[in-house]
C-alpha cells in the first residue's frame, strides 16, 4: 500500500506560479499511474493530470493545457505539479492519487489512493 502527501499550495496572484509535490511512503511509485485533481467548494472533483511513472508519458485536462507541467523524480518517489499562468479559477484543493499501471486514467474512481489535499488559492 502506498501513503501520498501533497504539498506546495499557498495563496498566489492571478499569473503567478507554485508548484505541488506528491510524495509516496510504504512502497515506490514503480508500476504506478499517478494522477493530480481539484476540488472547488461545492464542484465535482475534476482531473487535472496524469503520468505513467515507469514511461512518463502524461496527460492534461484541456483547462490547463499549455500551463501545467507534470513530472516525476526517481530519487525522490516524487511527482510535481507545476503551475504557471495560475487563474481565479484554478482556486481549489489538490489532490494526488494513485493506481497500479496503465493510463491515463481521467476518473476518480479509478484511482485506489489518495492524498489529503493542499489548497490552492488564486487572487484576482
Known amino acids: 500500500q502506498v501513503q501520498l502527501v501533497e504539498s506546495g499550495g499557498g495563496l498566489v496572484q492571478a499569473g503567478g506560479s507554485l508548484t505541488l509535490s506528491c510524495a509516496a511512503s510504504?512502497?515506490?511509485?514503480?508500476?504506478?499511474?499517478v494522477g493530480w485533481f481539484r476540488q472547488a467548494p461545492g464542484k465535482e472533483r475534476e482531473f487535472v493530470s496524469y503520468?505513467?511513472?515507469?514511461?512518463?508519458?502524461?496527460y492534461y485536462a484541456d483547462s490547463v493545457k499549455d500551463r501545467f507541467t507534470i513530472s516525476r523524480d526517481n530519487a525522490k518517489n516524487t511527482v510535481y505539479l507545476q503551475m504557471n499562468g495560475l487563474k481565479p479559477e484554478d482556486t481549489a484543493g489538490y489532490y494526488c492519487a494513485a493506481r497500479i499501471g496503465g493510463g491515463p486514467f481521467v476518473r476518480p474512481y479509478f484511482y485506489d489512493y489518495w492524498g489529503r489535499g493542499t489548497q490552492v488559492t488564486v487572487s484576482s
Open positions: 510504504g512502497r515506490t511509485f514503480s508500476g504506478y499511474a
Open positions: 503520468i505513467n511513472w515507469n514511461y512518463g508519458n502524461s
